[in-house]
């Protein structure tokens, strides 16, 4: 029993000779811009989480005959139905609680006086290839809980970017 106990430990130090992995590193871009944090909306119960995190940048864009420009003071209302909601002003910093496998997709819909956009982004549950710890730093992480599921990883979104059209063009759709 006492060499198992030994090996276990042994084990546990050989997953930290990989170097530090930071999981924030997974999250999307968007520093510096202003935070707001997700609220529960009350509708339900919010299934426990592992604390709050800086998700992902939400930005608003429209089409140019050069491309893509970006639209700044666009209102936007974040849902992660039926759980969380927030409501923001582009561009801005998106905060809220890593749920681990219940995490739900987010969708945000957006305007200004004369636009309209909505794009929705789904939870990415994966380890990075470039800095992805040990097979033993990625299960000490999980703490084993997550053996089996396929949202196993850290929790990260992508960033929003939501396309603007004219208003004129939004009622055709």
């Known amino acids: 029993m006492r060499g198992i106990g030994v090996a276990l430990v042994a084990l546990a130090l050989a997953g930290c000779g990989g170097g530090a992995y930071d999981w924030r590193s997974v999250a999307g871009g968007g520093g510096g811009l202003p935070q707001v944090a997700m609220a529960p909306t009350g509708e339900t119960v919010v299934p426990p989480g592992r604390g709050a995190r800086e998700a992902l940048a939400v ?6 005959p050069d491309g893509w420009a970006e639209v700044t003071g666009a209102t936007c209302v974040v849902t992660a139905a039926p759980f969380l909601r927030a409501t923001l002003v582009t561009p ?12 739900p997709s987010l969708r945000a819909e957006c305007e200004t006086p004369t636009a309209w ?6 939870p990415v549950f994966s380890w990075p290839v470039e800095g992805r710890p040990q097979p033993v730093a990625r299960a000490w992480w999980g703490g084993g809980w997550w053996w089996g599921f396929q949202k196993t990883g850290p929790l990260a979104y992508p960033d929003l970017a939501i396309g603007l059209v004219p208003r004129t063009q939004a009622a055709k759709r």
């Open 59 to 64: 930005r608003t864009f429209t089409a140019t």
């Open 117 to 122: 956009g909505s794009d929705t982004v789904a």
């Open 92 to 103: 801005a910093r998106l905060v809220l609680p890593d749920l681990g496998p219940d995490a």
